[in-house]
C-alpha cells in the first residue's frame, strides 16, 4: 500500500440463471447447503482455483473473518491473500476491536506467508492505519468504485504512475469519530 501502485484487480464472479440474471454467492450457496452440493461445488472450486494459481494468479479469501470465511479454508484452498472485511475497516480508527481484529488478521496473514488486503477503505485515516499496521493492500472507494471494463482500462491508464493524487493524510491526525452510511460501504 505504501507505493500507491495498482497492483491488481477483482474480478466478482457469479452465478447467471438463464431467468433470474446474475445471483451472487449470498443467494445460491445456501440453496447449495440445502440441497446437499455444496461439498461438490467446494471440490470443483478448490480444482478450478489450483489450476488459476498455477497460471500465476493470486487466489485470496474474500470477506476473512465473517460469514462463509473460515480458518479451515486455509487449509483447504491454494490461497495467496486473505482480505480483512469491510465491517471491520470501516471503525478500525473509532472501536478497538475491530482496530485488534484487523491487526491479528494481517499478523495471521503474514505468519502463513500470505499478503493481506484490506477492503472498503474509505477514509484516509483508514489507510494510514492499516499502512502502520503493515497491511500488504487496499482497495475500496477512497482508490477507485466499482469500474466496468472500458472505464477500468481508462482508470489504469490514468493512474500509471500510482495515486499521486490522493492526499497523503497528515500522520499527526489521529482517527476520528465518523459515522458512515451503510449504503457507503
Known sequence: MSSGRIIGAEALLRWFHPEEG?????????VAEESGLIMEI??????LLDELRHLGISIAIDDFGTGYSSLAYLTRFPVNKLKIDRSFIRNVCIDEQNAEISRAIVSLGHTLNMKVVAEGIELEQQLEFLKSEGCDEGQ?????K???????VSFLKHHSNGFSD???????????PLLLEDSLI
Not at 467446494?42 to 480444482?47: I, K, L, V
Open 42 to 47: 467446494g471440490e470443483a472450486s478448490a480444482r
Open 22 to 30: 446474475f445471483i451472487s454467492p449470498q443467494g445460491f450457496i445456501p
Open 166 to 176: 490522493i492526499q497523503q493524510p497528515d500522520t499527526s491526525i489521529q482517527c476520528q
Open 140 to 144: 475500496g472507494y477512497l482508490i477507485a
Open 146 to 152: 466499482p469500474l466496468p471494463h472500458d472505464e477500468f
